[in-house]
Every structure is written in structure tokens, then in C-alpha cells.
């Protein structure tokens, strides 16, 4: 039984999946909007909206929690410098998906996620 256990699967192991999600939000913070499948959108605006928490804090510790995940010293100085003091009045929902219609070779239901 799964009761009270968070999160999607994805059908990928857990290694796959973390790294999935770490490259996504990479890719996320970069150009500030992907397209992606719908439950990968969900999953992924859960990491992203921690990411956004973290470089609101913006102390050493907050920083280095963020490079543990992100792993790319460019977009953890873009995230700390740029995206996360546009949401400092902000308390949550900085992320927001949009239905996009169906994937043309497996009928996936795709989706746009991007920053508010």
C-alpha cells in the first residue's frame, strides 16, 4: 500500500527520476519555461517552487543546499539574482502550467510550465 507517500514515480527508477529532476529544473531556471508531459510538469513545479524558497532565503546555507540539487553555478547565481527577488512579496505559486494538447507520437497530454 502507498498510503500518505508523496510524489509520482514516473515509471523510472529512483536514480533515473532524481536526475531527471535535476536536469529539468537546470533546464527550467535557464529559459524559464519548458514543455514537458503533464505529470512531469506537477513534479517538477514541486522541486522549482523549493528551489525559488531557497534563493529567497538567500544565506550561505540556502545557497549551497540549492547547488547540492541544481549542480550548475550559473543557474544558482541566475536563481539567487534574478528570479528569486521578483517573488519576494510572494508567499507560493510562482510556477504556472499550461495544458498544451497531446503529444503527436504517443497521445501524452503535454504541458507548458514557466514562471508567474
Do not use: C
Amino acid at each position: 500500500m502507498r498510503h500518505r507517500k508523496s510524489g509520482r514515480k514516473l515509471g523510472k527508477t529512483t536514480s533515473h527520476r532524481k536526475a531527471m529532476l535535476r536536469n529539468m529544473v537546470t533546464s527550467f531556471f535557464r529559459y524559464e519555461k519548458i514543455l514537458t508531459t503533464d505529470a512531469k510538469a506537477k513534479e517538477l513545479s514541486r522541486v522549482a517552487e523549493k528551489m525559488i524558497t531557497l534563493g529567497k532565503r538567500g544565506n550561505l546555507h540556502a545557497r549551497r543546499q540549492a547547488l547540492a540539487f541544481i549542480r550548475d553555478r550559473t543557474v544558482v547565481e541566475k536563481l539567487f539574482q534574478e528570479v528569486s527577488p521578483r517573488y519576494s512579496g510572494r508567499s507560493g505559486g510562482y510556477t504556472s502550467i499550461v495544458k498544451r494538447g497531446h503529444r503527436a507520437g504517443d497521445n501524452a497530454s503535454m504541458s507548458v510550465i514557466e514562471l508567474v
